[in-house]
Each structure stands twice: as C-alpha cells, then as structure tokens.
C-alpha cells in the first residue's frame, strides 16, 4: 500500500516538473523569437 503511494506521489511529482521543464522551455524560445523577430522589424 505504501509503495502504491509512494508511485502515485512520484508520478504526480515526476508530471508536474516535466510540464514545468517544457513550459519553461517553451517560454524561453518564445522569449528569443521574439527578440530576433523585434531586431528584424
């Protein structure tokens, strides 16, 4: 039973940060297009 919650917490934990990871990620080149985009126009 313990290691069932254990798993669960994990995954949630494990989901959490990657979304985390990628939305930072995703920010961060969005960030950078803009900027380059900005130096063109």
Same mark, same amino acid.
């Given at each position: 039973? #313990? =290691? &069932? +919650?254990? %798993? /669960? =917490? +994990? @995954? &949630? $934990?494990? $989901? %959490? @940060? !990657? !979304? +985390? %990871? &990628?939305? $930072?990620?995703? =920010?961060? +080149? $969005?960030?950078?297009?803009?900027?380059?985009? @900005? #130096? /063109? =126009?």
């Amino acid at each position: 039973m #313990k =290691s &069932i +919650g254990y %798993g /669960i =917490s +994990g @995954l &949630i $934990a494990f $989901a %959490g @940060l !990657t !979304t +985390g %990871g &990628i939305v $930072a990620y995703a =920010s961060d +080149g $969005a960030v950078a297009a803009l900027r380059h985009w @900005l #130096k /063109i =126009s």
